[in-house]
């Protein structure tokens, strides 16, 4: 017996618990922030996942879902070809998988840089539909190596506007892990108003990508209108490897 053959299954009415758990996280926030119910969409972060546990989730009515990494990403895509699951791709994107992604996936969320976003739009194909498209934005303050600085976001807007095979939706962003719901907040209070400032200058936006498992509820009440949940509704990624006898 393989060593993966000892571990149990996760049960189906786990997923049915989770899935269950964070839809009543998110109607809970939309309320008590006043924010009108339905408005918040869910998208399933399925990295490391196997695709039948994608599966599961979509028989539960799941369709949004986000992937980190392209080779695992087209595996599951694949596996899952006689679905119709709308495919995000949200992980840091090297310049040469752009044909790949723009050929895969119906949204990219990290778009940071206008060398990418223009590889995308030349190389989507004319079949599908223009690439709907958020701007990565690094809020941390501390230079991470993903995201546009805030002060350079209108001019990449500006730049990404212009493309004619994307469609600009809006911004994303991975602010600092924090405990604290006001600290969380700051930094989501900071995406909402570059966000209404793009807004402010002409850019159709809808979509303020920001939330994960532990700050959905302070993104909600900032605005964000779609939350990237993957612990939560799958439970934790990579558990620490069992010694099987
Ligand atoms: C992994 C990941 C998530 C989900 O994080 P959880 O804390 O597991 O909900 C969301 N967004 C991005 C970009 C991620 O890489």
Redesign the pocket.
């Known amino acids: 017996m393989k060593p993966e053959d000892t571990l149990q299954p996760t049960p189906r009415s786990g997923n049915s618990a989770r899935l269950a758990a964070v839809h009543r996280r998110i109607r809970e926030a939309e309320q008590q922030f006043q924010r009108p119910e339905g408005s918040v969409t869910l998208?399933a972060?399925s990295?490391t996942q196997p695709a039948e546990r994608l599966r599961e989730l979509y028989q539960l009515g799941q369709r949004d879902f986000?992937e980190?990494y392209l080779q695992e990403a087209l595996a599951k895509q694949a596996a899952l070809a006689d679905l119709r699951i709308c495919w995000h791709f949200?992980?840091p994107i090297q310049s040469n998988k752009t044909k790949s992604i723009s050929e895969h996936f119906d949204w990219v969320?990290?778009v940071d840089r206008i060398k990418v976003a223009r590889r995308l739009s030349e190389q989507r194909p004319e079949t599908l539909p223009a690439l709907n498209v958020c701007l990565?934005v690094d809020i941390s303050g501390e230079a991470s190596k993903s995201g546009v600085p805030p002060e350079a976001l209108p001019e990449l807007a500006e730049a990404v506007a212009e493309l004619p095979r994307l469609r600009l939706r809006g911004l994303?962003c991975?602010p600092a892990?924090s405990d604290d719901f006001a600290e969380q907040r700051r930094a989501f209070a900071e995406m909402r108003h570059g966000f209404e400032a793009l807004r402010a200058r002409g850019h159709a936006l809808d979509t303020l990508?920001m939330g994960?498992?532990?700050?959905?509820e302070a993104a909600i009440a900032e605005g964000a209108t779609l939350?990237?949940?993957?612990?939560?509704?799958?439970g934790?990624?990579n558990p620490a490897p069992t010694s099987n006898p």
Do not use: C, E, Y
């Open positions: 998208l972060v990295k986000g980190n949200i992980g969320h990290s990565q994303m991975i892990p990508s994960m498992s532990g700050d959905l939350v990237r949940i993957g612990t939560a509704l799958f934790p990624r």
